[in-house]
């Protein structure tokens, strides 16, 4: 329905969510000049928000499931996407909203154009919200995609989208390796996927050099294609890919987002303006809004409102907890490295790790090294809270280590405040099969570590009985 079509009364809404929409364009501006630690604490509610909430300095739970409407014109409105509203948590929430634009903002840090995000239930339906848009249509289609990457993921693309689709998935077995990605991009293929650093492997990648292949390879036929990066262990606190080239970033923002464990989530974040022959102008415009409002409100990957505030919480510390966590992660992975019964310590800190010169180049502490005053901060880098180590003795001695853990807890989780430790081949990489798991490298002695809030002293002791076990 087009504006012509519409009464004078549906237009005096149209006219009020212009000017809401100008207004929340002027918090974002307003935000934008702001510090990292800044934005993660206010995000874009601000005072005026607060009034118009009985006065709450803090982001409300809005959780009721429907928003209830002045009157016909005003639903009207609404309902055809011609104002700003909420009226079904499936589509839209408030406190959804605060998740989002804080999230947007935080991902955006640094670059200069505009970016929005999409908060779904979890970090898997974020990852399919954000590539199945670029699978419709006919003709010949391929993706291409790191094989060092999550389990669901490998799983998402090898048995829904190849096996029950017929969608070519082309896996790049070296993701540091700039000529096999060139290798498989051309103009059939609708994205590129990677994930830095790599669950559980800690693999790393030239973002800036992949994101010049997808658009450029692809584009000598007027078909570039997008790069969607899973930043999910980095976090925006140490890096942001959309500053580097990527298109579309997902999180797992149960991961260290929040790091409290206190909620399931996922986000995909995009910048404005894409370059894809796939899809409507409205998708290339602005990706995250065309998913929100269109097919994400069909699949219906929406999130609790409660589950939000959880997170908004655990997001407002977060550059602090992930400078605290590294440097917790970083002696424990020279600890590990030091011991006999450790084959291999995968963790991008490490000058002998074969990922260690990406990682320097690409992860860093935003907003510098805490310092006594402005002036003496610094550019540090920061490699996060996750590691892979390798056992002697193959897959019997890494259970008896595995199991003889007193502290650290067994379970598939990651990033969390209190240390968990996996072994990714009987669990989070389980379903792909030998073979799958022998193109990604996840070995059967491998034990991925997660290092939380614990004093690193006490993480050593508990790592040094169970590895004497």
Same mark, same amino acid.
């Given at each position: 329905?087009?504006?012509?079509?519409?009464?004078?009364?549906?237009?005096?809404?149209?006219?009020?969510?212009?000017?809401?929409?100008?207004?929340?364009?002027?918090?974002?501006?307003?935000?934008?000049?702001?510090?990292?630690?800044?934005?993660?604490?206010?995000?874009?509610?601000?005072?005026?928000?607060?009034?118009?909430?009985?006065?709450?300095?803090?982001?409300?739970?809005?959780?009721?499931?429907?928003?209830?409407f002045?009157?016909?014109?005003?639903?009207?409105?609404?309902?055809?996407?011609?104002?700003?509203?909420?009226?079904?948590?499936?589509?839209?929430?408030?406190?959804?909203?605060?998740?989002?634009?804080t999230?947007?903002?935080?991902?955006?840090?640094?670059?200069?154009?505009?970016?929005?995000?999409?908060?779904?239930a979890?970090?898997?339906?974020?990852?399919? +919200?954000?590539? !199945? %848009?670029? *699978? @419709?249509?006919?003709?010949?289609?391929?993706?291409?995609?790191? #094989?060092?990457?999550?389990? /669901?993921?490998?799983?998402?693309?090898?048995e829904?989208?190849?096996?029950?689709?017929?969608?070519?998935?082309?896996?790049?077995?070296?993701?540091?390796?700039?000529?096999?990605?060139?290798?498989?991009?051309?103009?059939?293929?609708?994205?590129?996927?990677?994930? +830095?650093?790599? !669950? %559980?492997? *800690? @693999?790393?990648?030239?973002?800036?050099?992949?994101?010049?292949? #997808?658009?450029?390879?692809? /584009?000598?036929?007027?078909?570039?294609?997008?790069?969607?990066?899973?930043?999910?262990?980095?976090?925006p606190?140490?890096?942001?890919?959309?500053?580097?080239?990527?298109?579309?970033?997902?999180?797992?923002?149960?991961?260290?987002?929040?790091?409290s464990?206190?909620?399931?989530?996922?986000?995909?974040?995009?910048?404005?303006?894409?370059?894809?022959?796939?899809?409507?102008?409205?998708?290339?415009?602005?990706?995250?809004?065309?998913?929100?409002?269109?097919p994400?409100?069909?699949?219906?990957?929406?999130?609790?409102?409660?589950?939000?505030?959880?997170?908004?919480?655990?997001?407002?510390?977060?550059?602090?907890?992930?400078?605290?966590?590294?440097?917790?992660?970083?002696?424990?992975?020279?600890?590990?490295?030091?011991?006999?019964?450790?084959?291999?310590?995968?963790?991008?800190?490490l000058?002998?790790?074969?990922?260690?010169?990406?990682?320097?180049?690409?992860?860093?502490?935003?907003?510098?090294e805490?310092?006594?005053?402005?002036?003496?901060?610094?550019?540090?880098?920061?490699?996060?809270?996750?590691?892979?180590?390798?056992?002697?003795?193959?897959?019997?001695?890494?259970?008896?280590?595995?199991?003889?853990?007193?502290?650290?807890?067994?379970?598939?989780?990651?990033?969390?405040?209190?240390?968990?430790?996996?072994?990714?081949?009987?669990?989070?990489?389980?379903?792909?099969?030998?073979?799958?798991?022998?193109?990604?490298?996840?070995?059967?002695?491998?034990?991925?570590?997660?290092?939380?809030?614990?004093?690193?002293?006490?993480?050593?002791?508990?790592?040094?009985?169970?590895?004497?076990?």
């Amino acid at each position: 329905m087009t504006e012509t079509q519409l009464s004078p009364e549906v237009l005096a809404f149209v006219k009020r969510g212009e000017q809401m929409q100008a207004s929340a364009s002027a918090s974002r501006k307003t935000m934008q000049k702001k510090k990292f630690d800044t934005i993660a604490v206010h995000g874009i509610y601000n005072m005026e928000a607060a009034l118009a909430n009985q006065g709450s300095i803090l982001e409300p739970a809005y959780l009721s499931p429907a928003q209830h409407f002045e009157n016909s014109d005003h639903m009207e409105a609404a309902l055809a996407y011609l104002m700003p509203a909420w009226a079904y948590s499936r589509i839209a929430n408030p406190t959804i909203g605060y998740l989002e634009e804080t999230l947007a903002l935080l991902e955006g840090y640094g670059y200069p154009g505009e970016t929005s995000a999409c908060v779904t239930a979890s970090g898997m339906s974020a990852i399919f +919200m954000a590539t !199945n %848009p670029f *699978l @419709s249509g006919s003709g010949p289609k391929n993706i291409v995609a790191s #094989a060092k990457c999550y389990g /669901g993921t490998f799983m998402l693309f090898q048995e829904r989208f190849a096996n029950e689709r017929g969608v070519e998935v082309r896996w790049v077995s070296n993701p540091q390796d700039l000529e096999e990605w060139e290798k498989y991009i051309d103009k059939n293929t609708r994205f590129v996927f990677g994930e +830095m650093p790599s !669950n %559980p492997g *800690l @693999s790393m990648m030239d973002i800036e050099g992949v994101a010049k292949l #997808a658009h450029q390879k692809a /584009g000598m036929s007027g078909a570039e294609c997008p790069l969607i990066i899973d930043s999910t262990v980095a976090t925006p606190a140490l890096m942001r890919p959309l500053c580097l080239g990527a298109d579309i970033v997902v999180h797992s923002l149960s991961k260290s987002i929040t790091s409290s464990g206190m909620a399931i989530a996922g986000a995909l974040i995009a910048r404005h303006n894409l370059s894809t022959k796939i899809g409507p102008d409205e998708l290339r415009e602005n990706f995250a809004l065309y998913v929100k409002l269109l097919p994400f409100r069909d699949h219906g990957p929406s999130l609790s409102p409660f589950s939000a505030l959880m997170i908004l919480n655990d997001l407002r510390t977060l550059r602090s907890r992930m400078d605290f966590f590294s440097k917790n992660t970083m002696i424990v992975a020279k600890f590990l490295a030091a011991q006999p019964q450790v084959e291999d310590v995968r963790y991008p800190g490490l000058e002998n790790f074969s990922g260690y010169e990406l990682a320097t180049k690409t992860m860093w502490l935003v907003d510098g090294e805490d310092a006594a005053s402005v002036k003496d901060k610094k550019p540090v880098n920061r490699y996060g809270h996750m590691l892979g180590f390798t056992v002697k003795g193959g897959a019997k001695q890494t259970r008896k280590v595995f199991d003889a853990f007193r502290m650290i807890w067994r379970a598939t989780d990651l990033g969390r405040v209190k240390s968990v430790a996996t072994i990714p081949a009987i669990s989070t990489h389980q379903q792909q099969g030998d073979a799958g798991r022998e193109l990604a490298q996840v070995p059967e002695n491998l034990i991925r570590l997660c290092v939380g809030g614990e004093h690193p002293d006490d993480v050593i002791a508990d790592l040094e009985q169970a590895l004497q076990a």
